[in-house]
């Protein structure tokens, strides 16, 4: 019971760094980016060719993994989102366009990593950390499982008083809120989604390392399924809300864990889907979802 | 012709289902109902026409029409329930109602063959006899972006309050578009499970939302045409990029993501600009913007009480 | 509040203490009128009195808070917005609301589409709705020239009259106008109210939401004052216009820019 409390926690310390960014950069630019499960896939594939050249200890890793998932979200971005957003004639049509720019070039991230590997998975089997399992007798705990669980707490902290206190934090809300009062409040939108985007990036990078870490190794395709499983954790929790992001990662770590205990695991995947359909129909807005806002 | 008609047999059938599946994602969206719910639907028809051929022999029309009437009550069903959800809302529940699917068909015992999916399915379905059924939806599709249909099918994507005043039943039509969303779905996994005799959990996941999606995109979202190129272009991309060997899964990356980026009306929207254009040249619509009489600017002499703060003329609409 | 007048003629539509309040928010707070057969009522206040979110109460576009809603005397408070459209209430929009695509004779087909006929495929695929319907909308408002046009190319007093043709093609017995007039020139203010007039005659019922007040004067029959979401007067044109509180609440500091 204990251990599966800790392994509840250390997956839903994942999906809150994985879901996180992509919350944000849905809940304030309104870009929902179907690349982000690969952005956190090729960051930790990024981290592994690297590692493999140089043994590296695990924060140089992480950090790498951060930068990484930075400089291809803010690619991503500028290269495709931006234009999109720039051109679409209104916003049904850019939401769609943003969600096949992002399965494109979601495509060619992967398209890459799979060449690379030959969709072997990779891991960091050469980096200087080694992973020590703790025996507390009651439960096993792992030294990644803490830096898993404390980089998120972390993260997700300082990503939440940047929301509520700085005051660039404060433009994104009004973004999010209304695009048109925040650009007479003289907010420079262009640098601010490029700022969210690398942050989000950055926490999906750092999420892609982590997980690599706790797993020992994960594959190009795991993108893909992260990337269901945190549209069920902002769902549950609310768009572009760091609390609802917490509470919906955390919801659905422990409904997973519960399930993998309780049946066969066949059913795991049901969860997070079943849990996304459910919000929807019951609290479409999430339980920290603020009333959308959306002038006509 | 012959010779390459046996040789490319698969990809040709390939080509229509996945129309047929394009369609089903298209028919909601022209109404602006964001759903992907025809690809769950896929999956319904699928399994339905495979488990009715192999368990029952039934012949293959039969097979795949119950596999169709399921997936029709089951969107309609879907859409009394998810009524309340607009937009990637939408699009995110009915993703997950399509990957439930999937988890509910590798959980399905010896009924759905668990993750192995079923084998056998063997039955007349003949390529012709898919091609015509595709061709007799084209058509109906067709009408329908036409006429009466074609306008309440506009006004209720544009602009469902303008619709329902004048008198539209918006959501009894977006109703209807899970409806035949659903019928077309199924049909296209029906079809393909009998042609390829078999179907899995691994035929209807994620990936094939992805696919269905971007061929409608990249096709063009507003008319079946774009559909067809879509499916088209899907189907074959792989074929013709084996010319560049190793990096073809790249290249098709890039070509998703600019076509997204560049080309938002798809590659139908280019060849229609283009052939307005064209025709623009030889002959220009008579008198459109000259007849308009007066001034456009408003309160100019006639003293309205107040500025006309919130409607700024623009000419156009919103 | 509704003090019937000597030998009015009866109500076709009614509204009785009308609230629509978004949260704390009373965007029309107990506001009321009745429409009388083959008459022009108009509605007069400052921008952000309700008037809009009146219109879209009436019209079932947005719930009500409170109030009753009637039609030839019946309850319609639970009738869609689109059976309201069928039974013959047709509005326009404050913005022009045309359909990008479509061409003037298009967007104004699909107004005649309300009346050409129920469901069944065979309707669906007709390809002309009700043409008398339509060509007749487009000859009142002088569209003819610009029926191939598509909205984009129009100037804006164009396209408010092609939203006018649109709802007219629905061949309404109430017809709601929204600022019909926003955007236009003088003349072309003068055409609108003479086709009211002129529709008046006919045995139309319309209800104006306007700003220009000398041209509410002209039209109506009746004008009915709001202020706030409520009722400040009503009654005949002239005496509204001259009420003390309407000049406050109303006219203001600019009441004697216009004449």
Known sequence: ?296 | MSYWYDAHLILIQSTFVSLLLALSIQFPLRMGVFSFAGIGSYGIGAYAAAIMTIRYSWPAFAAIGAGMVVAMVAGYLLALLVSRLDGLYLGMATIAFTLILTVVAINGGSLTGGAQGLYGAISTLQTGQVILVCAVVVVLLALSERGRMGRRIDAVREDPELAVSVGIRVIRMRRMAFVVSGALGACAGGMNALLRTTVSPDDVGFSLVVLALTMIIVGGSRSWAGALIGSVIFTWLPQVLQAVGDWQTVVYGVIVALTAVYVPSGLLGVAQNGYRRMRRRSGPVAGATEKATGSEEPGGDSAPLEPLSEDVPTGGTR | MNTPEDAAPPAVLEAQDVAVHYGGVKAVDGFGLKLEAGRICGILGPNGSGKSTFLAAVTRLVPLTRGRLMLDGEEYHNTPAASLAHRGVARTFQTVRLLPDLTVLENIQLGADLRAGGGGVKQWFRRTAVPEAVEEAIERTGLGAVRSARPGELSYGMARRVEIARALATRPRVLLLDEPTAGMNQAERREVSQLMQKLRDEGLTQLLVEHDVPMMVDTCDRLVAMKSGELVTEGAPAEVVRDPAVQEAYLGKRGRNHA
């Open chain 1, 1 to 296: 019971m204990a251990q599966d409390v800790i392994n509840a926690a250390t997956l839903g310390s994942l999906y809150l760094l994985f879901a996180l960014g992509m919350s944000l950069a849905w809940g304030t630019i309104g870009i929902l980016n179907f690349a982000h499960g690969s952005i956190f896939m090729f960051s930790a594939f990024v981290c592994h060719l690297i590692v493999r050249e140089a043994a590296l200890p695990m924060p140089v890793a992480v950090l790498i993994g951060l930068v990484v998932g930075a400089v291809i979200s803010v690619l991503v971005q500028v290269l495709a989102f931006e234009p999109i957003q720039r051109r679409a004639a209104d916003h049904r049509r850019a939401e769609l366009q943003i969600l096949v720019g992002g399965i494109g070039m979601a495509g060619v991230l992967l398209a890459i990593a799979q060449r690379v590997t030959k969709s072997v998975p990779f891991g960091f089997s050469e980096s200087t950390f080694r992973v020590h399992v703790y025996d507390l007798g009651f439960v096993r705990l792992s030294n990644v499982q803490i830096v898993i669980v404390v980089a998120a707490c972390l993260l997700a902290g300082l990503a939440g008083w940047w929301l509520r206190s700085s005051r660039s934090g404060l433009a994104l809300r009004a973004i999010g809120v209304d695009p048109e009062v925040a650009t007479m409040m003289g907010v420079d939108r262009r640098k601010l989604a490029v700022a969210i985007m690398a942050a989000s990036g950055g926490l999906a990078g750092v999420a892609g390392v982590l997980l690599t870490y706790y797993l020992g190794s994960i594959a190009a395709e795991s993108g893909d399924a992260f990337l269901l499983k945190a549209f069920a954790a902002i769902v549950l929790g609310g768009v572009g809300s760091v609390g609802g992001a917490a509470v919906g990662a955390a919801i659905l770590a422990v409904v997973e864990t519960i399930v993998l205990v309780q049946t066969s695991g066949t059913w795991v995947d049901a969860v997070s889907f079943g849990l996304i359909f459910l919000m929807l129909l019951v609290r479409p807005r999430g339980i920290f979802g603020r009333k959308e806002v959306r002038r006509t």
